[in-house]
């Protein structure tokens, strides 16, 4: 499976927005790009997909690079309630596994 | 729609003792799955399975042993507790058996000790 990087952690302040990258260098053109989350003390929740596009939802906005080699999750006005794990996993095409990492911590400021 | 319920939500086992967890989805959905979450990690898959009466192993499933009888229900069973068995266990579905776009739900999880 290809692997994703991200940053251990990131801070951001209520109401702001807040962009959460991440890499994925190795993608191949059947994957697509998943972000779930998980909030203390509960289950991952998906957030939002893409494959080659930008998307849209009413959580957040996927933003893919034109090579897909990176992509950037935007929460466009933080809440605290928004503080949680975030994940970036690529799925494929062929295989039914979600495969997480260590996810990135996002810290919300008041 | 309840989604994805997981019963017990908390359990203490003694070393040896074997248990269920229980895992059902009112969702039709045929993809199921089992993860474990080990303090300050990410999840790793457990058990998964396309529908009922098949299953498949992920990647630790040492310990433990799963069924599908039904579209709706998906339980793990520990079969002699060990403390490393110690976690968080997550039940997850998701309709179609392929990967791709298909999103994940995730029940609340059950939070296991072993002693």
């Known amino acids: 499976d290809a692997k994703t990087t991200q940053p251990n952690s990131m801070e951001s302040n209520e109401e702001e927005p807040v962009h959460l990258p991440c890499n994925h260098s190795t993608i191949s053109g059947t994957d697509y790009i998943h972000w779930y989350r998980q909030l203390p003390s509960q289950g991952p929740e998906y957030v939002i997909h893409?494959?080659?596009s930008n998307v849209n939802n009413r959580m957040a906005s996927l933003a893919i690079a034109e090579d897909r080699k990176s992509s950037t999750l935007i929460l466009h006005r933080a809440t605290l309630r928004d503080a949680a794990v975030y994940y970036c996993?690529?799925?494929?095409?062929?295989?039914?596994?979600?495969?997480f990492g260590k996810g990135i911590t996002l810290s919300v400021r008041p | 729609n309840a989604g994805v319920t997981q019963t017990p939500k908390f359990q203490v086992l003694k070393t040896g003792q074997s248990m269920t967890l229980q895992c059902a989805q009112d969702m039709n959905h045929e993809y199921m799955s089992w993860y474990r979450q080990d303090p300050g990690m990410g999840l790793r898959l457990i058990h998964y399975s396309v529908g009922a009466g098949i299953t498949d192993q992920g990647e630790v499933p040492n310990g433990y042993n799963v069924s599908r009888s039904t579209t709706e229900d998906f339980p793990l069973r520990l079969l002699s507790a060990a403390p490393s068995q110690t976690s968080v266990y997550f039940c997850a579905s998701s309709s179609g058996l392929a990967g791709g776009p298909n999103t994940q739900y995730f029940g609340p999880g059950t939070r296991l000790t072993v002693l």
């Open positions: 996993i690529l799925r494929t095409g062929a295989n039914s596994k979600l495969t």
């Open positions: 893409g494959l080659t």
